[in-house]
């Protein structure tokens, strides 16, 4: 009998001839570079630190493509958005101590998106690891403490040997579903010490999948197939694991309406009969999912923006497919189904009966009334017109990155997405900063689609350096922001609930000129000018800015 494992591959003469003899002068980096090489990447970001410099010396070196930010966390949400788009895990170098610390808030989104980042960081040289306090530069006294709770696994090199194993584990770790950040840590000294080592070759780090158990989704089917009112919540794992097609087809077999969370925006086509939208937060939409029989929640853990705030209170049955087995039934009791969105709704499909229900589109179609006649009594003309010029002027499948900013909220209720994995938002950890520093990192995954970046000026002032990265890489990325004057969002928040706001007035620089000293065209537009002028900059080659001086307003909350 032949095993797997005794199918190994022998090396010919020649490979036998490169592995005894490898090139003189390389270093430990050169491990960390191959390694990437080996495991199919072909980009990495980040920003060279004196620790670092050994990695940074052997890219020049290798066929890696480096991208260098100009802060830390907008190199770590350039590679997010790098995974995000192209499903594959971004290498993201730092250094010890600073540069380390200053990428939490970006892994943290990461996390929270289930986006693929490689995080590797240098160390205080092998000898101060363990607490001890040597004093190097930078010395933390455990830095990976700081990236434990926040990434999925850490993996700590001691010697140039373990460099490979622990780049490769982390690679499968990060692309194991659910995606997410990972943390790898080398010191100093080996980094920079010689090796004799053989170069290092392709290698496997293939995750294995997240495949459901069959007797779960025989159930599933059968309760889909009998029920009386079955309703879909569409969350971003159905994006993530390219499901959409898949939901498509279970939607239309057994006619249920179908709502997509703000992280699954563009899983379900918008204008489909079927289509509930993105109206999450508003009480017909939860209404309308209370009263479902069998709730079907993919890719989702119904956290606080999908549930209106936790105001959500299911009625019937819920049926919950997630990859992530700590979000299995965190909210709801459910059937809990811990497995790839794809694979659970293809063994769903393979089973399920048909059902038909031609009352269907007509209570899709009222509750999206009721909705927009809720929106229509408040006076909101001004923000409908901004949404809907910034979806006249985008391409349909160019993709957009919005910041935690007024118009983004609008655009997770209102914008249509028209293709899975086109709009994305800090949603997850909500932090500001995301959108333009994310939407270079998209405009380096795919060159072919131009890249919108939306921003409030508060939001903005986080990445103003990063102008300085789009102009010298070229990149495709027209930047939108809606300058009201300081943090709107919060404006609003802290009027309402206390009668007057507190620190959130901004002075802020003339993003025109400031744009301009960068290199970067830019133009000051007007709501009745911004289609016209986004879409010019979105149609002329390299980054770009609009500004919209604009006081836009949120949607009354139903949650209160």
């Known amino acids: 009998m032949t095993h797997d494992h005794d199918l190994v591959l022998r090396p010919t003469p020649a490979q036998i001839e490169a592995a005894l003899n490898p090139p003189p002068g390389r270093t430990g980096g050169d491990l960390v570079v191959e390694t990437l090489s080996g495991l199919g990447a072909t980009t990495v970001f980040g920003i060279p630190g004196q620790h670092a410099l050994g990695m940074f010396d052997a890219l020049r070196r290798s066929p890696l493509r480096y991208v260098g930010l100009r802060v830390e966390n907008n190199a770590g949400f350039a590679a997010d958005a790098y995974g995000r788009i192209t499903g594959e895990a971004a290498p993201l170098l730092l250094s010890t101590g600073p540069g380390a610390l200053l990428s939490l808030a970006a892994l943290q989104e990461a996390a929270a998106a289930s986006a693929p980042v490689v995080a590797i960081a240098s160390q205080v040289p092998v000898a101060g690891l363990g607490g001890g306090r040597r004093g190097h530069l930078h010395e933390l006294r455990d830095q990976q403490a700081s990236f434990r709770d926040v990434v999925k696994s850490v993996h700590t090199v001691r010697t140039p040997s373990q460099i490979p194993s622990a780049i490769a584990a982390a690679w499968e770790s990060a692309l194991t579903a659910p995606h997410g950040p990972v943390w790898v840590e080398i010191p100093q000294d080996v980094l920079t010490a010689e090796t004799t080592l053989p170069v290092v070759t392709a290698m496997d780090a293939t995750p294995e999948d997240v495949v459901p158990r069959p007797e779960l989704t025989a159930v599933a089917a059968h309760l889909l197939a009998h029920a009386e009112r079955p309703v879909i919540i569409a969350g971003g794992g159905v994006v993530r694991s390219d499901a959409s097609g898949k939901l498509r087809a279970l939607a239309e077999r057994i006619d249920a309406p179908v709502v997509t969370t703000f992280g699954g925006k563009g899983a379900f086509p918008w204008k489909h009969p079927l289509s509930l939208q993105s109206w999450l937060e ?56 811990h497995a790839d969105a794809r694979l659970a709704l293809q063994a769903i499909l393979e089973t399920v009966g048909e059902r038909t229900d031609p009352t269907a589109p007509e209570r899709v179609a009222a509750v999206l009334g009721r909705v927009r006649d809720r929106i229509a009594a408040q006076d909101l003309d001004l923000e409908q017109r901004v949404v809907a010029a910034v979806r006249e002027a985008l391409p349909a499948r160019a993709p957009s990155f919005w910041d935690m900013t007024i118009l983004a909220y609008w655009a997770w209720s209102a914008f249509d997405a028209r293709h899975p994995n086109t709009m994305h938002s800090a949603q997850g950890a909500g932090g500001l900063g995301y959108a333009f520093p994310a939407a270079l990192g998209a405009a380096v995954a795919d060159p072919s689609q131009p890249v919108l970046a939306v921003s409030g000026d508060g939001g903005a002032m986080y990445s103003l350096a990063e102008l300085a990265t789009a102009r010298q890489y070229g990149l495709d990325v027209t930047w939108l922001i809606v300058d009201d004057g300081g943090y709107g969002i919060l404006r609003e928040y802290m009027t309402d609930a206390y009668g007057e706001a507190t620190g959130t007035e901004l002075t802020r620089p003339d993003f025109v000129a400031l744009a301009e000293s960068f290199g970067v065209p830019a133009v000051l537009t007007t709501p009745d000018t911004l289609a016209t002028d986004l879409t010019k900059s979105l149609t002329t080659p390299g980054p770009s800015v609009v500004v919209l001086p604009a006081l836009l307003r949120m949607f009354e909350p139903t949650h209160l």
């Open 282 to 337: 508003d009480r017909h939409t939860t209404d309308f999912l209370e009263d479902a029989d069998v709730l079907l929640v993919v890719g989702s853990g119904l956290g606080e923006l999908s549930s209106n705030y936790h105001t959500f209170a299911p009625r019937g049955r819920v049926i919950q497919i997630e990859a992530d087995a700590g979000k299995l039934e965190s909210n709801h009791p459910a059937l809990g189904i």
